[in-house]
């Protein structure tokens, strides 16, 4: 079932006299439980993309429909409503508040949404144990590597129960080592039911993807499905 679908999106920026068509008639469908990669050069569209299927931003035209939904003409109370109890969002920088505790950090989606006190806790242990941080819920971000960063922001996606979780070069700042973990965690996760799109300049991390989307020029360029490689049996045989 598409989860995704999007038909014949334009985006233009407009600096002067100059205009800039970010999106130039995108079409594309993604399906509940895909891990898509999108991949293209600087300047191809991809981050626009995500920003559009994140509703961080609204298209000039075209339909956007999330989950049967047609979200591109919603007011941005609606969009916001949407970010926050429908997508999750992983950053390449974390954008961990450095001295406030793990637990609190992935709780903090969950005050917005008026989850009381308890059912918050509750909510970012389960998703912190889930990522294997268990053991670290006290630590403030500050104290932890950044692999362990990650996945404290990977958990605060998650803690509102996502449809869709977006992630923007989520191993960009991350050594080869701790870019393989993230990914078995992501694949993890794919392959208990979450849908997982996530952008990447990596050829090596898109391996890991069950396709590749790549655009070039606002446009998509290739589109391929493909038996996405075993990011934990690589990790194992590497270290």
């Not at 989860?3 to 006299?17: C, P």
């Not at 958990?155 to 996502?162: F, I, Q, S, T, Y």
């Not at 300049?201 to 499905?225: K, M, P, Q």
């Amino acid at each position: 079932m598409a989860l995704i679908e999007v038909r014949d999106l334009v985006k233009i920026y407009r600096m002067g006299d100059t205009e800039l068509r970010a999106l130039d008639g995108v079409s594309l469908t993604i399906d509940r439980g895909e891990c898509v990669a999108i991949m293209g050069p600087s300047g191809s569209g991809k981050s626009t993309f995500m920003n559009v299927v994140g509703c961080l931003d609204v298209p000039n035209s075209g339909s956007y429909r999330l989950d049967g939904r047609e979200v591109s003409g919603l007011s941005d109370d609606a969009l916001a409503a949407i970010r926050n109890q429908r997508i999750g969002f992983v950053f390449q920088q974390f954008n961990l508040l450095a001295r406030t505790s793990a637990l609190d950090n992935v709780a903090l989606p969950l005050l917005y949404s008026g989850a009381g006190r308890a059912e918050r806790e509750r909510r970012a242990r389960a998703r912190l144990e889930q990522v294997g941080l268990g053991d670290r819920l006290e630590h403030t971000a500050g104290q932890l590597s950044g692999g362990q960063q990650q996945r404290v922001a990977i958990a605060r996606a998650l803690v509102n129960d996502p449809l869709l979780l977006l992630a923007d070069e989520p191993t960009g700042a991350l050594d080869t080592r701790t870019s393989l973990e993230v990914m078995v965690l992501l694949q993890g996760l794919n392959r208990a039911g979450q849908t997982v799109v996530f952008v990447t300049h990596e050829a090596e991390i898109a391996r890991f993807a069950s396709r590749i989307v790549r655009f070039r020029d606002g446009r998509v360029e290739h589109d391929e499905r493909r038996q996405p490689e075993d990011a934990a049996v690589i990790s194992a045989a590497l270290y």
